[in-house]
Structures are given as structure tokens and as C-alpha cells.
């Protein structure tokens, strides 16, 4: 007796159980569908926003510029190019020396190469692109350094 009683307070999903759940979803399908349908298209929607929110802070850029930086190196790219807009923005500042104009310029160049390495990187096996990565990000590294102290902060 205690072993039918285990029996049938079994949670296990049986061909019966499948059938009657199929039965269910014949009968409830097409009146929930409609009611269901908007809400569920609103919440993917909402869920994508989200999403698209939090990869436009990773990357640091805005949510409209977030088609721009694609694949795997958007991350590098979003970099290139927030570092190209503040050399440029240096090279334009009425506060700054001959000497800080040319480090834009150059660095400007620099930046272009870093660009096109990282693009190339996209083509490439795993293990290359890896390396080419860390050392596109080496370099921007070292040119945000110079870029703020040129800047003074």
C-alpha cells in the first residue's frame, strides 16, 4: 500500500500526463494566444532594450552608435575610436603647444593602423586574433596615458 501511494504521488511527466497536457493547450491555445501575444512581443521588446542598454555602457558609447561597433573586436573599435575624438579634440584646443598637436597627428596615424589591425584580427584563428587584441590594447593603453597627460588629468 505505502509503495501505490509512491507511486501516485510520483511527479514524473508520463505519456498520460503528456497527452492531458496536450489536450489543455488545444483548447486554452487559441483563446490565451491573443491575450498573451502583445505582452509577450512587449517584454521582448523591452528585454532587447535592456540589452542593448547594457552592451552600449560596456562598450562605452551611445545606443545609437551601437550598430558601428560589431564583432569581436567592437570593443577595440568603440576604444580607437573615443581616443581618436579626444586627439582631435586636442589637436583643435587653442591651449595646446606645437608639441601636443603633433602627438595628436601621430597619434591619429597610430590609431588608424590600430583600426585596421583589428579588422584584419576579425579573419583570423582564435589564437592570433587573441594576440593581436592584447596588443592593439597594449597600445591604446599607453596612447590614453599620453592623451591624459597632455590633457592634464
Known amino acids: 500500500m505505502a509503495r501505490k501511494a509512491k507511486v501516485e504521488g510520483d511527479a514524473r511527466f508520463t505519456p498520460k500526463r503528456a497527452k492531458n497536457a496536450i489536450a489543455v493547450a488545444k483548447v486554452l491555445g487559441p483563446a490565451v494566444i491573443p491575450v498573451v501575444a502583445p505582452y509577450a512581443v512587449r517584454a521582448a521588446g523591452a528585454a532587447r532594450e535592456l540589452y542593448d542598454r547594457y552592451q552600449a555602457r560596456k562598450l562605452g558609447v551611445a545606443v545609437d552608435q551601437l550598430g558601428s561597433y560589431t564583432g569581436r573586436g567592437a570593443a577595440l573599435h568603440a576604444r580607437i575610436a573615443g581616443l581618436a575624438e579626444g586627439c582631435r579634440d586636442l589637436e583643435r584646443s587653442e591651449k595646446a603647444s606645437p608639441a601636443d ?6 597619434a591619429l596615424g597610430t590609431l588608424e593602423q590600430l583600426s585596421a589591425t583589428v ?19 597594449g597600445e591604446l593603453e599607453r596612447l590614453e596615458g599620453h592623451l591624459l597627460h597632455r590633457l592634464g588629468i
Not at 101 to 106: G, Y
Not at 121 to 131: I, L
Open 101 to 106: 598637436k603633433s602627438f595628436a597627428r601621430e
Open 119 to 137: 579588422r584584419a584580427a576579425e579573419r583570423m584563428p582564435a589564437a592570433r586574433r587573441k594576440s593581436a587584441h592584447r596588443a592593439v590594447a
